[in-house]
């Protein structure tokens, strides 16, 4: 808020801040443009640390009695014993791998990395309405990485209560042996929190008031209407989670008792704050990246998005009924079945708009000049993945199916086609789509091929079989599912799992090795290596500080491919003058 | 480049405000979440109780707390005062009034804390000695509330004084009043969240 005001007090940013020292230039800079890269470098980490995770619950699950982890020195005799995983580290996997994925990986790369990147960029201003506010935002982050981390090591370990944090087991250590290392990750939450509604503050306020001349609401790239929209929600969604996970806090270190029966407090409480915040979060985290699909494939098909208008409204109705399904995730709890009903059918509703949206990205594909670059593949491999993992989510959403399998591998295979498949597919194609923008090259194409290949395949022989798995019950977060009568016979899918999943995390580093590498020996990009419309592609890659030297003025709608009244060139950049190209072009 | 003008068309811009007044409105938005995260938790928590909710009058200091909402007010009215002060480029005005709200807001936060020390030290609950956090559901949603807007009384506290400051240094006026207004948009925001919280924590 104090920045805000600072801001108001008439000291504007100058963009002239030519000179400036190595810190101010890199590691405290508020050019939108260091701070996306900041914070994709903070999210890669954080991706990977998410993965390791996550091997080592894989490992875990498909050979519980096997032990033979060389882990001792890293992790505490009290977590790791003789090369077995102890069941309350399990439980810290389980929870840490969800949360770094969300809080610390995904959601960041989403919205810290492309809305602090494209928003001013597309949208063709100098920088964020507030720059020292963004630059907070990522600085928020830092402790958020360093609490979340430091947890690991501390006496009970690192939180344990699921990512959800379902209380009261998220309220007691006497319940899960967790103490400090729960109330860490909290108070890293906040942190998160407050970046998140800094990060939203900006976008909205850029968005609604920075727009270059011309930009009207109805030319604005899909990329920036879902990022507009997903801000909207983060900043009404996390603010909840932040006031719920402060009652939590208190719970764990005051003596409060807002969650925890003994104390007259409500157990369910929790589940409808976490989940008021949650189903708008899951939108936070799809949101953008049907935003960088509908650019990718549009670029890259040659042709204007198909129902432009439909895929606007579709994402100003998915972020409204995002707020009113939450009860989908709390049927099992006890609460009243008629209320029960009412987000079954709400729930129904949103798959409305996302299969409009779906439709759309194959009318935008049909009988278009398809470039399958690697951008490409995963942004197709994206639509592929997210029409299955919507078509379960359709499944939990009734009552009756989702009582079956609810806390099952069903519902982790469901998080993963929308949340991998989905998020993180669309990610690595922004991320090989707009790395010549900000690089100056671009990355190598037989690399990102090999590696969409790799990633696509592991990942359905990861995630598909899960669903099988938890049809035949398989709990969610168990430790050891050798002992159940009814899961007998799975062993061997899960040992297949395990292997698949270790090959889906080092396709990972074919990636990283590409991102690296492309940096100083990738093929230089020039301003516009995808002979795309939008306005960062008309300024120089990288941009310079600034951005332009003139702000651009915008004459055509973001997706004009293929148009029939340019004769020379497939594409028709959104500034180009429409005298100077031809009269009828610019009468849409 | 081009940049010449639109061929006939009028560009669109943006709304008629200035940014800073947008970006706190949207600020205030989430805001208005958080709060309503708190205070919807109360609701539940109260109504869902099983023992009836204690009297406010029985444990609270109402008379005091009014006295302090009745400041609280008058702090809206110097903001908006100060705010008229530097449309009109009166320096003096800017500066008393300023001042003013300042000194008002820290007040009621002396007042706030005045009334968590005897709380805590002397009130009883439920026949122990001192009434915290602890104190129940009761105690957890009056602190958590009551504390989580002192927080942002103390924010606001802190910016109106780096403002009154400025004002002696004559950093205001005709010219330059967004950081008043956007600062009194704040200011006035809390104010509206304190009388929610004084009718629902020390009246119903
Ligand atoms: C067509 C759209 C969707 C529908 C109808 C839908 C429906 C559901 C339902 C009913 C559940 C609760 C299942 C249970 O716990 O028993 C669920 C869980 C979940 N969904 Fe979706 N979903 C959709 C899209 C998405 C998207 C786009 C994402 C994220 C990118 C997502 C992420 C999640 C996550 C993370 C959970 C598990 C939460 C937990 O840990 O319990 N869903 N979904
Ligand atoms: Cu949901």
Not at chain 1, 577 to 586: L, N, Q
Request: charged content about 10%.
């Amino acid at each position: 808020m104090a920045t805000i005001v600072a801001e108001a007090t008439g000291q504007a940013i100058l963009h002239e801040e030519h000179e400036q020292s190595f810190l101010r230039k890199y590691i405290f800079s508020t050019d939108h443009k260091v701070i996306a890269i900041q914070f994709l470098i903070y999210t890669l980490f954080f991706l990977m640390i998410g993965g390791l995770l996550a091997m080592l619950m894989r490992y875990q699950i498909a050979w519980p009695a096997r032990g033979e982890l060389p882990l001792g020195g890293i992790f505490p005799e009290s977590m790791v014993a003789s090369g077995y995983i102890l069941p309350e580290f399990y439980n810290a996997l389980v929870t840490m791998h969800g949360s770094v994925m969300v809080f610390l990986a995904i959601m960041p790369m989403l919205v810290g990395v492309w809305a602090n990147y494209l928003i001013p960029l597309q949208l063709g201003t100098h920088d964020m309405a507030f720059p020292r506010l963004n630059m907070l935002s990522f600085w928020a982050m830092v402790p958020a990485g360093i609490l979340t981390l430091a947890s690991f090591f501390v006496v009970g370990g690192a939180a344990g209560a699921g990512w959800t944090l379902y209380a009261p087991l998220s309220a007691r250590p006497d319940l899960t042996g967790v103490g400090l290392g729960q109330i860490l990750w909290l108070v890293a939450l906040v942190f998160i929190g407050l970046s998140s509604i800094l990060g939203s503050v900006n976008y909205i306020t850029t968005t609604i008031n920075m727009r270059a001349p011309g930009m009207t609401w109805m030319r604005m790239p899909l990329t920036i209407w879902s990022l507009f929209i997903t801000a909207i929600l983060a900043l009404l969604a996390m603010p909840v989670l932040s006031a719920a996970g402060i009652m939590l806090i208190f719970d764990q270190t005051i003596g409060t008792s807002f969650f925890l029966p003994e104390g007259g407090g409500q157990p369910l409480l929790w589940q409808h704050l976490f989940w008021f915040f949650g189903h708008p979060e899951v939108y936070i985290l799809i949101l953008p990246a049907m935003g960088f699909t509908s650019e990718i494939l549009s670029v890259g098909s040659r042709k204007p998005v198909f129902g432009y208008k439909a895929m606007v409204l579709a994402l100003v109705s998915i972020a409204f009924l995002g707020f009113i399904v939450w009860g989908h995730h709390m049927f099992q709890s006890g609460m009243n079945p008629m209320l029960g009903l009412t987000f079954t059918v709400s729930t129904l509703f949103i798959a409305v708009p996302s299969a409009i949206k779906t439709f759309n990205w194959m009318g935008t594909m049909w009988r278009g000049n398809l470039q399958l670059h690697s951008a490409m593949l995963f942004a197709i491999g994206f639509v592929a993945m997210f029409a299955i993992g919507g078509l379960s989510g359709v499944f939990m959403a009734s009552t009756p199916v989702d009582i079956y399998i609810h806390d099952t591998y069903f519902i982790v295979a469901h998080i993963h086609y929308v949340l991998f498949g989905g998020s993180l597919f669309a990610l690595f194609g922004a991320i090989y789509f707009w790395y010549p923008k900000m690089f100056g090259r671009m990355m190598n194409e037989t690399m990102g091929k090999i590696h969409f290949w790799l990633t696509f395949v592991f990942f359905n022989l990861v995630f598909f079989p899960m669903h099988g798995v938890g049809m035949v019950g398989m709990m969610r977060r168990i430790y050891d599912s050798t002992g159940y009568a009814h899961l007998q016979g799975i062993e061997d899918t899960n040992a297949i799992i395990t292997w698949a999943a270790f090959g889906l995390f080092a396709s990972g580093f074919l990636f990283a090795f590409n991102f690296f590498w492309s940096l100083k020996k990738g093929r230089k990009a020039g301003a516009n290596p995808w002979n795309a419309t939008t306005l960062e592609w008309q300024t120089p890659s990288p941009p310079k500080h600034g951005n332009w030297e003139e702000v651009p003025v915008v004459y055509h709608g973001p997706h004009e491919y293929s148009h029939p009244d340019v004769e020379d060139k497939d594409w028709l950049a959104q500034n180009e003058r429409p005298d100077v190209v031809s009269p009828a072009a610019g009468s849409h | 480049m081009a940049h010449a003008a639109t061929a006939g068309r009028v560009p669109e811009r943006g709304l008629d405000v200035y940014t800073q007044k947008v970006g706190m409105w949207v600020f205030l938005c989430s805001e208005v979440m958080f709060f309503a995260g708190l205070i919807g938790s109360y609701v539940v928590l109260r109504f869902g109780a099983a023992d009836t909710w204690a009297v406010p009058n029985e444990v609270l200091n109402v008379p005091i707390t009014a006295f302090n909402t009745f400041l609280l007010i008058c702090s809206s009215v110097t903001m908006v005062k100060a705010f008229a002060a530097a449309q009109a480029g009166d320096q003096r005005g800017i500066k008393v009034y300023l001042l003013g709200t300042t000194l008002l807001g820290a007040t009621f936060l002396g007042v706030q804390v005045y009334e968590y020390v005897e709380l805590v030290l002397h009130q009883s609950w439920q026949g122990s000695h001192g009434f915290t956090p602890a104190a129940g559901l009761y105690g957890a949603t009056f602190f958590t509330m009551t504390g989580f807007h002192g927080f942002h009384v103390l924010l606001g506290v802190i910016c109106l004084a780096w403002a009154t400051i400025r004002a002696w240094r004559g950093h205001w006026g005709a010219d330059n009043t967004h950081g008043i207004e956007v600062l009194g948009l704040y200011w006035h925001f809390v104010d509206l969240v304190w009388i929610i919280l004084f009718t629902i924590v020390y009246l119903i």
